[in-house]
């Protein structure tokens, strides 16, 4: 029904201008005759509508405006018209949802012209953390508290000041304003961490907004920018001993991480080659060549080969260790020589019978404290957390023993005897750490037990250890061979290598696995495939042998930075 207005009304409201909302945009229409038909007609013309679009006429305080009552709103000129497509209603709707998720949603608005700034509050030791001066925004759909005023930093009021005057252009958003990404803030907001699950549905959201922005092809310069977003948010994600503590994310001179690794799994069919030229080649590990200071009782070739020549004879244990140490930089110079390297343990065949060398010969390389880190820290510093860390992971049978096992509670009446505590730690450390394929070509990644197998197996001692040897077949690196009546009752331990069998000075699981790992520097043996994450992780975590030039998985890093800021 049309409203019948009076002839005052009908002069009144002729060729009236009158204000009208769509979106955020204000614009004045102009009527020369005052019809709710017309009205409509030429809003739809003033902000390029579709004609079949269904509208909605509200005032600015949400109230419906009819037809009826139209002709006499539009004279009051404080009105104002606020129009509503059926878009735009759902885009209310799914926003009203959004705020029904949470009742807090963070968020971190970032700009390109911010990460000079960025990185020096990264790398500058003197400078407020990075934390302290970024501010995560706080909506609520109570109204903001007059407390988180205080949390404003003059960085985040920068940013915001030049986003509004319109200075910087193209605005980094970390996209966590989503339901998926409160999620994300709440579980790190709950436990001071991300469950793997809850990083990865992280780092999806963060890799599809960089795609919108950019398209196919997201730059090097965005891609650190946004790793650097994420451990300012979460800092306990931070990598403290990387040299900027995101590289796990996303390394720009490797140009490797979580997020890079997003990228290529979305744009698989992209045949761009990725650029090479800064890339720093990192050589850190087991097979790489060293330095050692001079030591006065090394001898010269003629005096190592008749010291060779008696080790082949001797029996006594104190010469023994004499010249194996006098003898330690001649065989190193072997063990880099592919020709000789592999003749060793024929050429210095005490190491098949005497206990200790491996250790020696290890001290020797690096030092006394970094040769006791594993055993002085393992049970004080990381096994504990890494039985925590697991709880996260899908539980399966075995899983469940070994943390049994390492955490010294009962087993269940079915359940087989499983490792002994030390053992069953590092085995879960195992399952955080899970096993890599070689490369694209590899037919199939390995599983956890299959690995396990690969770093540790179990031999009852009244079996012959030849049989063993004998039936020990495609598996050259190195491994733990237990002997004992079960896996919690182990008398011995041997180093498994090429064929032969090195004996551990330690009757534990855990001095008896130091031995292992340090037989890869004594023999400059490269890790296993599947082991090369645990290995590595020990190696640069844990002993802080060749930190920042050993190549790193991200998982190795990410796990690292989740241990040692817990």
């Known amino acids: 029904m049309h409203a019948t207005l009076s002839p005052d009304l009908k002069r009144q409201v002729a060729n009236m201008l009158i204000k009208v909302k769509h979106r955020e945009t204000k614009k004045y229409v102009k009527l020369e005759e005052v019809s709710f038909t017309d009205f409509m007609s030429a809003v739809q013309q003033k902000f390029l509508i579709p004609e079949t679009a269904a509208l909605k006429v509200t005032d600015e305080q949400g109230i419906e405006v009819a037809e009826d009552v139209f002709p006499e709103l539009a004279g009051v000129k404080e009105v104002c018209f606020v129009i509503y ?96 990404g409160v999620t994300v803030i709440h579980e790190y907001e709950k436990t001071g961490s991300l469950k793997d699950s809850t990083r990865r549905l992280m780092v999806n959201i963060i890799v599809a907004h960089m795609r919108e922005k950019e398209g196919r092809t997201v730059s090097k310069a965005t891609k650190e920018f946004h790793a650097l977003g994420i451990v300012s948010l979460f800092p306990s994600l931070k990598d403290p001993y990387s040299k900027k503590g995101y590289e796990h994310f996303y390394g720009i001179q490797s140009n490797k991480g979580f997020l890079e690794w997003r990228i290529k799994t979305v744009q698989r069919q992209s045949k761009t080659p990725t650029a090479s030229q800064n890339r720093v080649e990192l050589k850190g590990g087991p097979t790489s060549r060293r330095t050692f200071g001079l030591t006065n009782d090394q001898q010269t070739r003629d005096q190592c080969m008749e010291a060779m020549s008696l080790l082949h004879h001797t029996t006594d244990q104190d010469i023994v260790f004499q010249k194996m140490r006098e003898t330690f930089y001649y065989r190193q110079q072997i063990l ?35 040769a006791s880190r594993f055993l002085e820290k393992w049970n004080t510093t990381f096994k504990d957390k890494v039985a925590r860390e697991a709880r996260d992971l899908q539980e399966t049978c075995r899983l469940k023993r070994l943390l049994k096992s390492a955490l010294n509670e009962e087993m269940d009446d079915a359940d087989e005897p499983e490792w002994d505590s030390d053992m069953a730690s590092l085995l879960v450390l195992l399952h955080l750490l899970t096993p ?131």
């Open 85 to 180: 497509t059926a878009e735009d209603i759902l885009e209310t709707k799914s926003s009203k949802k959004l705020r029904d998720c949470s009742d807090l949603t963070h968020y971190v608005t970032l700009t390109s012209c911010d990460l000079t700034v960025l990185k020096q509050l990264v790398e500058e030791p003197s400078s407020p953390s990075l934390t302290d001066t970024l501010s995560v925004s706080t909506t609520s759909s109570q109204g903001s508290d007059t407390s988180d005023a205080g949390l404003v930093q003059p960085l985040l009021e920068s940013i915001h000041a030049r986003n509004e005057r319109g200075g910087c252009s193209s605005p980094f958003r970390l996209p966590l304003c989503t339901c998926l």
């Open 336 to 370: 880099h020589d592919p020709q000789e390297s592999a003749n060793i343990l024929q050429m210095f065949p005490r190491f098949l019978d005497t206990k200790g060398l491996i250790l020696q010969d290890f001290a020797m390389m690096f030092g006394v404290e970094t």
């Open 436 to 566: 890599q394929p070689a490369g694209r070509k590899r037919p199939k990644k390995m599983s956890v037990g299959e690995a396990i197998d690969h770093l540790v197996k179990f031999h009852k001692s009244c079996q012959s250890l030849e049989d063993h040897l004998m039936n020990n077949e495609g598996n050259p690196q190195p491994y733990l061979l237990a002997t004992g009546t079960s896996k919690a009752q182990v008398f011995s331990f041997y180093i498994v290598w090429d064929r032969k069998l090195l004996p551990c000075q330690s009757c534990t699981s855990l001095g008896a696995f130091d031995e292992l790992f340090k037989c890869h520097f004594v023999f400059s043996v490269k890790y296993e495939d599947a082991l090369s994450s645990l290995y590595t992780f020990l190696q640069t975590t844990v002993y802080n042998i060749d930190v920042g030039t050993t190549v790193e998985s991200p998982r190795v890093k990410e796990l690292r930075a989740k241990l040692l800021n817990k």
